[in-house]
């Protein structure tokens, strides 16, 4: 919290565990609470969360399988617990078995977690994914599809991944482009369905399936592709979240910053 307060950020994303490792540990006494009155200090709002990296509901292997489902579990209730509105999910691979058993155990798996987890507030957010190997998330049609199979659609979203959409063969770099594949995005999925974007650029090419994020400008996705995106009053209230590299300190976070708010024409 304290790093995306001296960003000057509007909205940031956390994990609620540790992203590598099954383990969970308990919240500390007075943890929920100190949260709250960080984040209300520091006003930043939205706060999202983004699940565990080994979470693969569509696994083949029924072990890897029950233990995402109850990972996945534990963390939307605290997710929920920390009052965020959301949290991040990869879709996940199907391991060979095919897109359409893939998206019906995804589905299914997602039904479990959210029985698990009556009365909490969170929703869950399929992350778009730059279609390597087997994952699923690479097209749009298998965010839809997966949501459709759902028995909780309504606690179901989307966040979309620049660099992701860009490996996966949608190209947003030119006006003409933006609009197509937002216009795809909308028949498909739905804008009403978009609750958030991870923006970054790709060291891959447009359709190359290489989820490598780049600092903004610094990809084959290039400054006016974030441009259309940042002037497009239809996501101008969704919360925009920076996954670009690294480094010590906050100084490629507040470069990447810079280069976008210099883009946006209008307040948003």
């Not at 590598?20 to 308990?26: G, I, Y």
């Not at 489902?69 to 879709?91: F, K, Q």
């Not at 949501?147 to 979203?157: A, K, N, V």
């Not at 974007?197 to 994020?213: E, I, P, V, Y």
Request: with cysteine; proline share 4%; aromatic share 4%.
């Amino acid at each position: 919290m304290q790093r995306g307060s001296s960003l000057h950020c509007d909205a940031i994303q956390v994990f609620v565990k540790s992203n590598v490792r099954w383990a969970m540990q308990a919240l500390a006494p007075g943890e929920e609470a100190r949260f709250s009155c960080a984040r209300a200090a520091t006003g930043i709002w939205p706060v999202i969360a983004h699940s565990s990296y080994l979470i693969n509901l569509a696994s083949a292997d029924p072990s890897t399988r029950r233990r995402s489902i109850r990972s996945l579990a534990d963390e939307l209730r605290r997710a929920s617990r920390l009052g965020l509105p959301s949290l991040v999910l990869h879709p996940g691979s199907h391991g060979g078995r095919g897109v359409r058993e893939g998206m019906r155990q995804v589905a299914a798996a997602l039904d479990e977690v959210f029985a698990a987890c009556e009365g909490s507030t969170s929703e869950i957010l399929l992350e778009t994914t730059a279609g390597q190997g087997h994952s699923l998330g690479g097209r749009f049609q298998e965010l839809s599809g997966i949501i459709r199979r759902s028995c909780h659609p309504r606690r179901l979203g989307v966040c979309v991944d620049t660099c992701h959409i860009f490996a996966a063969g949608y190209d947003i770099r030119t006006p003409r482009g933006y609009r197509s594949v937002i216009r795809e995005l909308d028949s498909v999925v739905g804008l009403h369905q978009v609750r958030a974007f991870h923006l970054n650029d790709c060291k891959g090419a447009l359709g190359s399936h290489l989820d490598r994020h780049e600092h903004i400008g610094r990809g084959a996705l290039g400054m006016g592709a974030f441009a259309l995106l940042l002037n497009d009053p239809r996501f101008r209230s969704l919360p925009m979240i920076l996954e670009t590299p690294k480094g010590k300190g906050t100084a490629l976070d507040r470069r990447n910053l810079t280069a976008l708010k210099c883009l946006v024409k209008t307040a948003r």
